[in-house]
């Protein structure tokens, strides 16, 4: 079991490996070696996911490889950069997330038909490092693979998207990189600060790895929070640098304009995993880095953080109104949704955070299953212009059912996903920022405005456009469907199957820093 | 016991699956036969349950654990009161019948099985929601049932109204249903626990006195903050002003939908939340005069706006929020019990006058008052059952809607809330003079229509005549002789404020009721003369006629305001926003060009370019004192 998340990451890269030596024409071959090979790794997380001890909240599952050792990297001491995977019950939902999504996006993508060798391959290597991002226990690997996801996003949009690829492709990678790059400086100076602080207290405070002061570990810098506090200035600018780098992520106004171009011009598989997966990193480092690293950081700055959350809600949830793309719309759905998110973190409790991790997954979901009915919509009518479509309940009515059960998802209907992640959410927001989140429950109200005025103009009325293929759902596309729409149900019904791994997580990052 | 109270929501939702599963498979008297049936069982077991809470009392919560939440555990399960008991009679029995009667008015309809499968879902969910037994789960059920009202007042999704409607419906009941939801965390954040005991207790150990500060504010403050948030979400369901613009476009959606959500059930779920809140609201005055007053203003608005409208579904909704108003004055006044009985006997007659109008629709072909007439001699069960229903909502003796909203007229007026009393007595009369005046343009006259009407057949028949006799009777289980409601009701102790019969003012009410039916009979019975007092009427009536301008009022005030908003934000994001973004990268573009022309090949510039930067390194290194 030690080697699982490594086992989970490897096969979809060792397919790329594999894609990338077949014949170009060989399309079927690259479809069924991808196919396998993430449905593997869904299996893999999927025994990660069941196989996680509930009981502890310590990281599971660590494998580590060594790589290089840096002489002399800190007080005259070797530091050795290593690969390092490990969850715990913040990192697991999300890394389940991965198996869940990247499986139908492969699926979805079936419907690509140029240079499919080369797509898959990509795809291939977005998937491996999303589970590295979320499987990481290292900085240096969690870093590692947040690069390579910009990578193969970068020429998945830049090779398959739509009229304004290269654009938005660029876009995507000046923004994504230059936040990586302030990420990487935040990296280094969290792993250096804890490092002289831990050096200046090791007489006093027991360090199990001592004398090695610097660390890359993510469960060595969790467990030096017990004994060792950065001072209140290092702390204040480091969480800057984070919140800097989470707001480009992350798409928050006024970094946001990146996204809704993504979105426009990408394709559908792309879609669910940029929109599903890759958009939650950015409010993941926020949990993992900024709440459990730099508790006081973020006290100092929790009403500015939940401001922006605002901001970002109310603006995402406007601009969703005025969409006219499907795609758009959705880009801003999620802006609004992250902003939710946001404020939960900001309030520093318990519930909050859980509230936080429910919805990043819930969201991942639903972002995924509209994208992927959108998407088999447009194969169908030609268009994601949403006054162009219209009736299509008469001629697709599984299509639409689908679409309305994960629109009402996403305006949080009980019984999905959605609500309870909202109910947790609110219940930490208010506890912090009664203002605020009163504020921030507009969002409610606009999200199901502008999502089932959308559905409104898609789905019911005459129909419009006479559908080019007028066949409902094929049997390929009831697999991905079929599966969300019960996730999203089965957490809304019994949401215990995500509390059970994250409450514990949850309770003991609040019991840590005092929230 | 607890085996057979899970059965009652169950049944309808087993049904709900055995419905999906099965589709368009089965035969339509099958699919009309598994869910009627399943509902009906749920009823013989409500009444069972109801016999034997009657005789030994509530049936403690039963609960199993859902979620780990926070440092607390939330759980789900059911719980029976007095008043819940009574609720899930009231819900059963008016569903069965509506089920039934839906087998004949749906017959041949496309999606014949997802309309029985919307209606199984939403009798779960209606009975889930009123045997909750904490404020989370109810809201989940509260939720649902405004989801399936959603999808059936859609349910004729090609008609553009009906689409619009839906939507208004849930976005307008949106806005009540986050007061709620905020009242509910608020609440959470201050008891602790969703558990309506534990809110119950919190409140009498809390909020009653004087001295403690909750959640950051007074122990008075905090009641009424909640209570007034719960209240918006009753506001929003119960269609009350002015949330209320949503209830009359949903009669958009088939007529047993208008009769079981639009007026039997789901909007009296509102009604149902401030009862079952009810020591919240008693634990702020303020809270309760809001309740009165809005109560108050809806009935007599809504039976202002009944008075002139020609779509006979039309007028029966704004008569529902009439009689809803009733039922928050009556809770608002602490008349507890009244408001309750209330909610009960216009469950029935309610429902009659619905399924009745659904009758004629169903034979008529047509929803406009104007163009029915002489249907007395057509139509003889719809007419009679239509009557009784008429005479009920009128409140003349016997009748069902006499007893109970004499009570709440007699209750308002001796806890010495006169205004609230005034508005009463003067919708009561608006509202035997508007329901009077459907009954003489329908059945009075002669038939104007070139179809030939006549009944729907015993499944439309036999529903309406239970119905009927429910209206004709249903007012003595409460009746001031032999209170049976109110005991039942406070087993456990008396709730609010429950007033003896004043003979006097029962009969001024019989009286007003008498008089409206007197106008009607004048304008629109002896001989047709409304259309010339409208007329003179001139500026009221339009008034009136275009329902207080409200829809216009809200489009232009919000609706137009928020997309305009909406419009200018997305032109910000696209030319300014965006612009600096692309702007930045033009400069970076532009300034990449003339750079590249510096590299000229000679090594002194190179030389210089890069002396300089040292400078500038050395000079910056030597201000912040130190490389690192």
Do not use: C
């Not at chain 1, 449905?39 to 009981?55: K, P, Q």
């Not at chain 1, 605020?436 to 502008?450: K, Q, R, S, V």
């Not at chain 2, 309809?109 to 109810?138: A, C, H, K, T, W």
């Not at chain 2, 949106?174 to 509910?184: A, E, P």
């Amino acid at each position: 079991m030690q080697g699982l998340i490594l086992m989970t990451l490897i096969v979809p890269l060792l397919a790329a490996v594999v894609i990338a030596f077949i014949p170009n024409d060989a399309k079927d071959m690259a479809r069924g070696i991808a196919l396998i090979a993430a449905l593997i790794s869904t299996v893999f997380s999927v025994i990660t996911f069941v196989g996680f001890d509930r009981a502890s909240t310590a990281m599971q599952f660590h494998t580590t490889i060594d790589w290089v050792t840096i002489q002399n990297a800190f007080s005259s001491l070797p530091l050795t950069v290593s690969f390092a995977f490990g969850v715990d019950g913040i990192s697991l939902p999300l890394f389940g997330l991965v198996g869940i999504v990247s499986i139908f996006a492969v699926i979805r993508s079936f419907t690509v038909t140029e240079r499919v060798k080369t797509h898959y391959f990509w795809m291939m290597v977005l998937i491996a490092s999303l589970y590295g991002v979320f499987g990481a226990n290292d900085l240096f690997t969690f870093f590692f693979f947040l690069e390579a996801t910009l990578a193969a996003s970068f020429f998945l949009i830049h090779i398959f998207g739509g009229e304004k690829r290269q654009y938005a492709a660029t876009k995507f990678l000046i923004y994504r990189g230059f936040a990586s790059v302030v990420l990487l400086a935040g990296l280094i100076g969290l792993a250096y600060a804890y490092a002289r602080q831990a050096q200046l207290l090791s007489t006093s405070v027991y360090i199990p790895w001592a004398p090695q002061y610097l660390t890359l570990m993510i469960s060595h810098l969790l467990s030096y929070v017990n004994g060792i506090r950065l001072s209140a200035g290092t702390q204040d600018v480091l969480f800057l640098v984070f919140l800097l780098a989470v707001m480009i992520e992350e798409a928050f106004v006024p970094f946001h304009t990146w996204l809704p171009d993504t979105h426009e011009n990408s394709d559908t598989g792309t879609n669910m995993l940029i929109g599903g997966v890759l958009m939650k990193v950015g409010l993941y480092v926020l949990i993992r880095f900024g709440v459990e690293l730099l508790p006081d950081g973020l006290r100092h700055y929790a009403f500015l953080v939940a401001l922006l959350g605002v901001i970002s809600i109310l603006y995402g949830a406007f601009a969703a109104l005025a969409a006219k793309d499907w795609r758009r719309l959705i880009a801003f759905t999620g802006i609004s949704h992250m902003g939710l998110v946001l404020v939960a973190i900001a309030s520093m409790q318990a519930v909050g955070i859980q509230g936080a991790v429910f919805m990043l997954v819930s969201s991942g979901l639903l972002t995924a299953l509209l994208f992927f009915t959108v998407g088999a919509v447009a194969d169908r009518t030609g268009t994601f212009t949403i006054h162009r479509l219209g009736g299509l309940s008469k001629s697709l009515p599984v299509l639409s059912g689908v679409m309305l059960v994960a629109a009402l998802g996403l305006v949080g209907l009980p019984g999905t996903s959605g609500f309870i992640s909202e109910v947790a959410l609110f219940v930490g927001s208010f506890a912090t920022f009664p203002i605020l989140a009163t504020i921030a429950t507009l969002g409610m109200i606009f999200a199901a405005l502008y999502l089932l005025y959308a559905m409104q103009r898609t789905t019911y009325g005459p129909l419009k456009v006479e559908a080019m293929e007028i066949r409902d759902a094929h049997a390929i596309e009831y697999v991905p469907m079929v599966v969300l729409v019960a996730l999203v149900i089965g957490i809304g019904v019994y949401p215990d199957l995500l509390g059970s791994v994250v409450h514990g997580a949850a309770q003991a990052i609040a019991a840590k820093i005092g929230g | 016991m607890v085996a057979i109270t899970w059965l009652v929501p169950a049944l309808p939702l087993v049904a709900y699956l055995i419905l999906l599963a099965t589709g368009k498979r089965i035969s339509e008297t099958l699919t009309s036969a598994i869910a009627t049936i399943a509902v009906a069982i749920s009823f013989i077991l409500s009444i069972i349950i109801f016999i034997k809470v009657a005789a030994s009392g509530p049936i403690a919560p039963f609960v199993v654990p859902w979620l780990a939440f926070g440092s607390h555990e939330i759980t789900m399960g059911i719980e029976v009161t007095s008043l819940n008991a009574m609720m899930i009679v009231v819900v059963s029995l008016v569903s069965t019948l509506v089920l039934w009667y839906s087998r004949s008015y749906m017959r041949g309809d496309e999606r014949f099985s997802r309309f029985f499968q919307y209606l199984s879902i939403f009798v779960f969910s209606m009975l889930g929601l009123v045997v909750s037994p904490n404020l989370l789960q109810f809201y989940i059920f509260w939720e649902l049932v405004g989801m399936t009202s959603y999808l059936l007042v859609g349910f004729w999704y090609f008609k553009p109204e009906a689409a619009t409607a839906a939507k208004k419906a849930f976005i307008v009941t949106r806005i009540g249903d986050v007061g709620l939801f905020i009242g509910m965390i608020l609440l959470y954040l201050a008891v602790g626990s969703f558990n309506f005991n534990d809110i119950y207790a919190f409140i009498s150990a809390h909020l009653m006195g004087q001295s403690a500060t909750v959640f950051g504010m007074s122990a008075a403050g905090f009641a009424t903050l909640t209570a007034l948030l719960v209240f918006l979400g009753a506001v929003g369901k119960s269609a009350q002003f002015p949330l209320h613009v949503w209830l009359p476009d949903a009669m958009e959606g088939p007529t047993p939908v208008s009769a079981l959500i639009h007026a039997a059930t789901m909007v009296a779920a509102g009604v149902y939340l401030v009862a079952r809140m009810f020591p919240l609201f008693h634990a702020s005055p303020a809270a309760s005069e809001t309740v009165a007053i809005i109560g108050g203003i809806t009935a007599i608005l809504a039976a202002t706006i009944g008075l002139t409208q020609h779509d006979i579904k039309r007028v029966i909704a704004y008569s529902t929020m009439s009689q809803l108003g009733y039922m928050m004055l009556a809770l608002g006044v602490g008349a507890y019990v009244s408001g309750v009985f209330h909610l009960m006997t216009h469950a029935f007659f309610k429902a009659l006058l619905f399924l009745a109008a659904g009758s004629i629709i169903h034979a008529v072909d047509t929803q406009d008052l104007f163009a029915m007439g002489g249907l007395r001699k057509y139509m003889p069960v719809t007419h009679l059952t239509f009557l009784a229903g008429a005479l009920a909502l009128s409140g003349i003796p016997p009748f069902a809607g006499f007893w109970s909203k004499d009570d709440i007229l007699g209750a308002a007026f001796s806890s010495h809330h006169y205004f609230v009393y005034a508005l009463g007595l003067i919708a009561a009369f608006f509202t035997a003079f508007y329901i009077f005046r459907v009954y003489f343009l329908a059945f009075g006259g002669t038939y104007k229509g070139d179809k030939h009407p006549h009944e729907g057949g015993i499944a439309m028949v036999v529903p309406l005549s239970v119905l009927g006799i429910l209206a004709t009777i249903g007012g003595f289980f409460n009746a001031p002789f032999a209170p049976f409601l109110g005991r039942f009701l406070q087993d456990q102790g008396p709730i609010g404020y429950d007033p003896s019969a004043n003979v006097w003012l029962m009969i001024i009410s019989a009286i007003i009721g008498l008089l409206g039916i007197w106008l009607a009979y004048t304008l629109y019975g002896k001989e047709f003369k409304g259309d010339k007092v409208a007329k003179r009427m001139g500026f009221l009536y339009q008034l009136s006629f275009h329902k207080f301008y409200f829809d216009e009022i809200y489009h232009y005030v919000i609706v137009v305001p928020v997309f305009f908003l909406a419009q200018l934000l997305e032109f910000i994001d696209r030319w300014i926003v965006d612009g600096i973004v692309r702007l930045l990268g033009e400069i970076g573009y532009t300034g990449g060009i003339s750079l590249k022309y510096t590299n000229n090949g000679q090594i002194q510039t190179y030389g210089l370019v890069s002396a300089l930067g040292l400078a500038i390194l050395v000079l910056i290194a030597v201000g912040i004192g130190g490389v690192l």
